[in-house]
Structures are given as structure tokens and as C-alpha cells.
């Protein structure tokens, strides 16, 4: 079965440290991957996916994710955090043959201290 | 462009009652997802309608749980009873097809207590 591990809870930050919240997914196929974002009091929106290609990639608000086939892993990076970033993020995979259907890892909640 | 409507935002129930979700998605989307987010959890997914049918829902309790998509717009999922395993918080999404490179989009939610 499909599983997503995200290494840590709750990670908290001072403004313009820099970020990397770890994602690993274990499925032997081919998957897309995404990250999602819940601001608080907010809906969860997409914040980057991959899906082939380039293995880095940039999403909004200068978030980018590197995907390591070999590791299957799927990082969140971003090199200067803001208080606006305090939020809860959540890792997702999908295998390419189950339609629509989202695996979610367990979310990492992320407070920036101003 | 309005978003996934959902209601009620929030639910108290005491066990073995019944309790109704109500999803409104965006217009046009024919793909409709509803999601069980456990305290502490990720969100999971319970049941994915196209357009009126359903595509999967192999993590449905279904001795408890149903859930319809009549005329393939507006959903309803149902508890019936509720336990209290139940209390987390429902999501619903929508998307205009099926597969992930349509991407989702998901509702406020709806936050359930059983006591």
C-alpha cells in the first residue's frame, strides 16, 4: 500500500532562516507528487506538484520542491521564510494509475517567529 | 470564480446519532472528492464521484457511511450512527476531471464532535 512520512511535526523558525521539510512516499510505480499548504483559518491549496521533467520544481510564493527518484523523496525547500509562511503543509502523492486519488502524509505544521 | 461550498462548519453529535455533510462544488467540475482529516492526520480519502458515479470509494466504511452525488453536482455524505472514531474534520474537493493533473480544490470543511 501507498504511504506518505513526513519527518517532522512541527518545525519552528525565525524570519529569513531558511527551510526544508522532509517528504518520503514509498509505492514502486510511477507517481506524481504534490505539496499542499493550510493557512490558518484558510482552505488547503495546492502549493507545487511534479509530475515528470525537470526534478526541481518552483511553486508560489518562492517555494521549490527537489524530487530524488532514488530516495523516493520529495523535499519542500525555501531559502528565507516569513511569518506569513506559518502554516501547516502537507505532502501528497498519486499513482499515475488510480485516478485522482490522493495519499497525504501526516502534515507538518510550521510557526516563523517574527 | 467561487470556490467548494460546504455546510455545516461544524457538528456536535452524541454516538449513534446521524449527522449530514452537505458539498457544493464549482461549477463545471466534474470530479468530486470527499476526505476524513483525523486530528493529527493527513486527510483521506473516503469516496470520488464522476460526475454521478462513483470511481472509488474502497475506503468508505460503508456499514456506517454513504454518500450520493445526484444530477453529478451537489454531494451529501451521511454518518449513520456515528461513532466516536468519527470526530475529525470532512473535506470535500473538486476537480474538472479525473486524475491528478487536474488539480483539486478543497472546501473549508466541515468539523465534527461525537460525544
Known amino acids: 500500500a501507498q504511504s506518505v512520512s513526513q519527518h517532522n511535526h512541527h518545525v519552528i523558525l525565525s524570519e529569513a532562516a531558511s527551510l526544508e521539510l522532509g517528504c518520503n512516499y514509498s509505492?514502486?510505480?510511477?507517481?506524481?507528487l504534490f505539496w499542499y499548504v493550510q493557512y490558518p483559518g484558510q482552505h488547503l491549496q495546492l502549493l507545487l506538484k511534479?509530475?515528470?521533467?525537470?526534478?526541481l520544481v518552483k511553486g508560489i510564493k518562492g517555494f521549490e520542491a527537489e524530487f530524488i527518484k532514488s530516495k523516493f523523496s520529495f523535499n519542500l525547500r525555501k531559502p528565507s521564510v516569513q511569518w506569513s509562511d506559518t502554516a501547516e503543509y502537507f505532502c501528497?502523492?498519486?499513482?499515475?494509475?488510480?485516478?485522482?486519488?490522493?495519499?497525504f502524509g501526516q502534515g507538518t505544521e510550521l510557526s516563523v517567529k517574527p | 470564480e467561487a470556490g467548494v461550498a460546504q455546510s455545516p462548519r461544524y457538528k456536535i453529535i452524541e454516538k449513534r446519532q446521524s449527522v449530514a455533510f452537505w458539498c457544493n462544488p464549482i461549477s463545471g467540475h466534474a470530479t468530486l472528492y470527499w476526505y476524513q482529516q483525523i486530528l493529527g492526520q493527513g486527510p483521506k480519502l473516503l469516496i470520488q464521484f464522476q460526475n454521478n458515479g462513483v470511481v472509488d470509494d474502497s475506503q468508505l466504511p460503508k456499514d456506517r457511511f454513504s454518500a450520493e452525488r445526484l444530477k453529478g453536482v451537489d454531494s451529501t455524505l451521511k454518518i449513520q450512527p456515528a461513532k466516536l472514531e468519527d470526530s475529525a474534520v470532512y473535506l470535500c474537493a473538486s476537480s474538472l476531471g479525473v486524475g491528478s493533473s487536474y488539480e483539486q480544490y478543497f472546501g473549508p470543511g466541515t468539523r465534527l464532535t461525537v460525544t
Open positions: 511534479y509530475f515528470s521533467g525537470d526534478p
Open positions: 501528497a502523492v498519486n499513482a499515475k494509475n488510480q485516478g485522482g486519488k490522493l495519499i
Open positions: 509505492y514502486g510505480g510511477t507517481v506524481n
